[in-house]
């Protein structure tokens, strides 16, 4: 007996079927399918992060009482890492059951998969995606907490020496602002050095580094926009009206 027919033997005698060529098409459809929605998540992931690094006033972390090793990482969006990390894997191993991935050293696949996730996330975060995103996870998912929301609670902390408000009436060296709790600060800040980039007018919101002289007075040592972008925004409109 040759080859051939013990293989025919074994057939017939294992009741041996050929797999339906539906299967293999199911298979690779759905592995691409976890590949995509991978990218697509790893992608998201790395705007936020992208969006949170910009958000986030890093010369504040000389005035934070910890290491600055401590600081970085208290800032750093720990759910967004990760959930790109995760979904990187995921979608290396989904690559990996790809006919032909047997030809790609997995260290190129991985990295594949990481390069596409960083470059799709840096346009979303270009795009303003990033924001839009991380407001729409706060709405829906009851624990998750904002970048905005965060860079609140931070700045909400007056005894540390970080207030945030929106300034309700300005005079010479002093300014009256509500903070985000809706609580009235009287803020001094004479002699003091203010960016250009600021201007202290009813309505523009401000963030104020220094420290509290009683229960609704503070002095201010630095005061930077809260939004710098917005500010500038609110200048250029000033101006051309």
């Not at 470059?119 to 990033?130: E, K, P």
């Not at 509500?178 to 960016?195: A, E, L, R, S, V």
């Amino acid at each position: 007996m040759n080859n051939f027919d013990k293989i025919i033997n074994t057939i017939e005698k294992e009741d041996i079927k050929p797999t339906p060529k539906w299967y293999f098409q199911l298979k690779n459809t759905t592995f691409w399918t976890i590949f995509v929605l991978a990218l697509v998540v790893g992608s998201i992931a790395f705007s936020i992060i992208l969006f949170s690094v910009q958000q986030t006033d890093f010369f504040i972390l000389q005035h934070i009482h910890h290491s600055t090793t401590e600081a970085i990482l208290a800032l750093i969006p720990y759910f967004w890492l990760i959930a790109m990390s995760v979904f990187s894997l995921i979608g290396f191993f989904s690559f990996e059951n790809f006919k032909k991935a047997y030809k790609h050293q997995w260290y190129s696949v991985l990295g594949l998969n990481v390069l596409l996730s960083l470059l799709i996330g840096t346009m979303l975060f270009l795009s303003g995606g990033a924001k839009y995103f991380d407001e729409t996870f706060a709405n829906q998912v009851e624990i998750y907490r904002s970048v905005e929301e965060q860079k609140t609670k931070h700045w909400m902390n007056p005894e540390a020496g970080f207030l945030a408000g929106e300034i309700i009436e300005s005079k010479i060296d002093t300014l009256l602002i509500k903070d985000f709790n809706d609580k009235n600060w009287t803020i001094f800040y004479h002699d003091m050095f203010i960016p250009p980039i600021i201007e202290l007018e009813k309505g523009v919101k401000i963030k104020v580094m220094g420290g509290m002289q009683s229960d609704n007075a503070f002095k201010a040592e630095q005061i930077r926009p809260w939004k710098a972008f917005e500010n500038q925004q609110k200048g250029k409109n000033k101006r051309k009206n």
